[in-house]
Each structure stands twice: as structure tokens, then as C-alpha cells.
């Protein structure tokens, strides 16, 4: 993984498919701190440049960006829609008021269909939108027409808290003369656009894993924009860019930057980087904690052997964060070291001196804490952490990160 200064970076264009992103390595430290200082307070974020993770995957494919233009069967503005298919048909339901309901679901990266939770569904009249509402977590919406008439239905993976850029998906049409089911939709297997629904999975999977583990989400305040394909694996300005729908753990990856930034008091910062290697402790927090939330979304917290098997820095692969190979640069100067360290601390696999199974609620709740210094330094959130846990857990807190090579005292 590097993460690179661009002090002129180029602007390439993704035909179309997406306004025009920066790209190449990334964008102006100056502008980028510009634009997050009035959230300076909140974010405690000090950011020299773009993270651009261009060592994590194999990089920009300009194939995907040709395939989604020749998919689109309608084009407005940098906006693409595509087709769908009908897996129910519209039914007319019994009722004499005009509430509309329908489903969306989606085909995974495995093969399964799964509901589209948490998407937009947007009801039209010709061109006139005319409202709006979020599917609930079986996929379903409802919606109340103002008045009988032909009204047709599009979806976007656009909510309060993420949105994946520029993309909306053809829903039923019908006749309404009364209370009308528009059936169930799904994204057409097998199509680039398709596997838009994957990074959308991995922000469901998120979302999941908080609810899971019971972390609130007073903190999310700000939407996250999702750009796909684009010319790297980075995260800018509540921006995630990525350039595989299928890398589920580079996504995670990025996605957990930006999770990072708006629920953590602990800083970012650029320059280069790889996962194996030493760098300054600031950045190796910030990947490693991205790495390990990753992780967490993806894995099993009893797994002996967590690991990314495939797409995470593939000429390192498998990414093992339980068990480290011992040429990887030692201490809190390296990334994969701190992902490991928060990883033993979390999962429940007992193994040598980790004794300890913090929730992500407690490990979150710590180093979100604002009434402490904010963290430049692994060995500083581990601070926050032993603030913010019952004095019996310190010891088995510190034989962790011990065990993970931190420099403790």
C-alpha cells in the first residue's frame, strides 16, 4: 500500500460513466486541508495529502468503465442507468388508497440474492421525480402517490450515510389506480454494473458489524461518496475511491478510512508506504486501524488464521493478521503490526498472550473519545484504550499489544 503526494494531479475522464475525479496520485495537501478545517475540531485529522493505497490491488482497469458505458441504456448528464430484471410481477393490491410498495435485491459477489437494503427508490412521473424512500432491511419500500396516473420507479445505493456516485437502476412502471405492489426487482448477475451492489454489500456489512456489536453512530455525520471504478484504492475528503467491485477487502480497507476519519480522535497522514516495511507511527495507526476494520467486517473473530487471502497487496497475500510473518518490519511503525495488535485485542481466538477479547463498541468508544489527546501513535490510542477499560483488563491489554511487537512501557 503507498500512499502518495501529487502536488499536480491529472484529471482523467471516465467517459461519461462519472464526473470527471482527480486522479493519478492524489490532490493539494493545502486544498484538502482546506476543505476539511472547518470540521477540524470534530475530525482531529491532520492529512498531507490523499490515502491512496495504489500498492493494495492490482489498480485502474479501463475496461470497467467501457463495459458500464455500453450497459447503460440511458444517459443524463454523468449520470448512467441501467436494466433490471422483474422477479415478481406488478400486482394490483386490494385496497382503495394509492400506496405503492416493491422490492429490490441484488446478487452478490457469491452467487446469492440478498435483499437491497438501505437503497433509494425515487418515484417518477415521466421525467418528474416525485418522491422518494429508503428500502428497509428486507429491500421493500413504500410510497405514496398523490394521484392516480403511470408512474415509473428507479433506484440508486444512495442513503444518509453512503452513496456509490452516479449510477441508477430501471424499476417497474405501471398504471396506478390504486393501491399497487411494483413487485420485485433485481440487478441483472453477470453485468459490470451488477457488481456495483458488492461495494454497496460492504457498507451493509459495516453497518451490520456496528449493530452487532452495539457501536453508536452519533459520529456519522457526514455522507461518504463512493467513486467506481476509479483511478486508484484511496480515500479523500469523505470520498472512497476504488477500482474493484470484487475486492472485498481492499473495499473494506478504504471504507475503514473513512470510518477512521469521522469516528476516531486520531490523525491521518500521507506518504509513502508498504505494508511489510517501517514508516512514520502516525501513518501505520491509520492503515493499520483501516486494515483491522476490514478485517472485522470480513472475518471471524474465532478464525486461528484470519487472513485476506486474495486481493489485499497481492505480493504479499495472504495478509495474515493473526499470525504476522516475522520479516515484516517490527513495532508501531508498521502497519500490518498495528492491524495485528488491534486484531488480537478483538477477536476471541486465545492465543499465547492474548488473553483478552475487547467489543468494538469498547475499542471504538475509546479512541473516539474527545475529552483525551488525540492519538498520533498506536502506542498513544493504547493509552486511550487503558483510560477507558476496567484496571483488571491492563494487563492482558498490554500482553497483547506486547505479543504484537508495540513498544509499551
Known sequence: MKLRLAFAASLLTLAACQAQPQTGLGTNPQTLNAQNSSQQNLQNITTQGVIDDSDISAGFRPQIAGRLQQEAVLRRGNELTFA???????????????????????????????????????????????????????????????????????????????????????????????????????LLPGTQNGQAAWIHDVYLKSLALFEREGVPLDWWKRQISTVWPGSGDYYTSYTVTLTGAEQWDVNGHEVGHAIYHQALNARSQGGQHKIDECYSPTLALSEGFATFFSGAVHLSKDDPDARFDKFLVPRRAPIRIENVPQD????????????????????????????????????????????????????????????????????????????NTMEIQ
Open 84 to 186: 433490471t430484471r422483474a422477479l415478481k410481477p406488478i400486482q394490483r393490491m386490494q385496497r382503495n388508497d394509492l400506496s405503492l410498495t416493491g422490492r429490490l435485491v441484488f446478487t452478490d459477489r457469491l452467487g446469492s440474492v440478498k435483499p437491497g437494503a438501505l437503497a433509494t427508490a425515487v418515484l417518477y412521473q415521466g421525467e418528474r421525480k416525485i418522491a422518494t424512500a429508503l428500502t428497509d432491511n428486507d429491500g421493500r419500500w413504500q410510497i405514496t402517490a398523490p394521484a392516480a396516473g403511470k408512474y415509473s420507479v428507479r433506484y440508486s445505493f444512495d442513503n444518509p450515510r453512503w452513496k456509490i456516485n452516479n449510477y441508477t437502476w430501471q424499476g417497474p412502471e405501471a398504471d396506478v389506480q390504486g393501491a399497487t405492489d411494483f413487485g420485485e426487482t433485481g
Open 328 to 403: 515484516v518490519c517490527k513495532g508501531q511503525r508498521n502497519e500490518w503490526r498495528v492491524a495485528s495488535a488491534f486484531w488480537e485485542v478483538y477477536d476471541t481466538h486465545v492465543d499465547g498472550a492474548d488473553q483478552l477479547s475487547l467489543g468494538l463498541k469498547t475499542i471504538f468508544g475509546a479512541l473516539g473519545r474527545r475529552d483525551l489527546p488525540t492519538a498520533g501513535s498506536t502506542v498513544e490510542a493504547y493509552q486511550m484504550l487503558l483510560k477507558s477499560i476496567p484496571a483488571e483488563q491492563h494487563a492482558a491489554l498490554k500482553a497483547g499489544f506486547l505479543q
